[in-house]
T-cell receptor, first 116, second 114 residues
């Protein structure tokens, strides 16, 4: 099966500019996650969708970050305006659902953001 | 809230050495437990998992046993290879009513020398 697709793979912007990342999950996966991985750290959950509804966005900096999954399939994560500390890899993952703890999360290759 | 603590790296071993990477967690309820691996320049990949107490997950010669009494999920391999050089992440998966999200440790970098 096709994996989780993400684009762009790399993005360099200046602070205060905006950027958007796109994710297409595995077909049939109802749950979609966006994680932020800062260099040298473990991934941190930013937002989780179940179909097109938000399950958890408690760690999303809502003053600058937004995300949507309008049709319950692909998703976009936006940052506006970007700060230096937003430099990180943004990982998208999907799973069949959130109801079974055994459901495996499959990750995309990530989008690496550098803010200058 | 739920959290996980991993052994700090980097860990440097010679080829064929024995590997242990410690992982302990705190979690509400009865989480499933995962180890993910990130090879240089690649994305996160599932290495192994265990879903209930005393289950042993295994893959590619790596093993980890779900120890509920000690809330641990230590990763072991009897004989490491240079190709095992990567960053390893322990990750309990939260209960359904917490969204079923993975909670990652800080990662342990493993470097295997020939």
């Amino acid at each position: 099966e096709a994996g989780v697709a993400q684009s762009p793979r790399y993005k360099i912007i200046e602070k205060r500019q905006s950027v958007a990342f796109w994710c297409n999950p595995i077909s049939g996966h109802a749950t979609l996650y966006w994680y932020q991985q800062i260099l040298g750290q473990g991934p941190k959950l930013l937002i989780q969708f179940q179909n097109n509804g938000v399950v958890d966005d408690s760690q999303l900096p809502k003053d600058r970050f937004s995300a949507e999954r309008l049709k319950g399939v692909d998703s976009t994560l936006k940052i506006q305006p970007a700060k230096l500390e937003d430099s990180a890899v943004y990982l998208c993952a999907s799973s069949l659902g959130a109801g079974s703890g055994a459901n495996v999360l499959t990750f995309g290759a990530g989008s690496r953001l550098t803010v200058l | 809230g739920d959290s996980v603590t991993q052994m700090e790296g980097p860990v440097t071993l010679s080829e064929e050495a024995f590997l242990t990477i410690n992982c302990t967690y705190t979690a509400t309820g009865y989480p499933s437990l995962f180890w993910y691996v990130q090879y240089p320049g690649e994305g996160l990949q599932l290495l192994l998992k265990a879903t209930k107490a005393d289950d042993k997950g295994s893959n590619k010669g790596f093993e980890a046993t779900y120890r509920k009494e000690t809330t641990s999920f230590h990763l072991e391999k009897g004989s490491v290879q240079v190709s095992d050089s990567a960053v390893y992440f322990c990750a309990p998966r939260a209960y359904y009513n917490q969204g079923g999200k993975l909670i990652f440790g800080q990662g342990t970098e493993l470097s295997v020398k020939p």
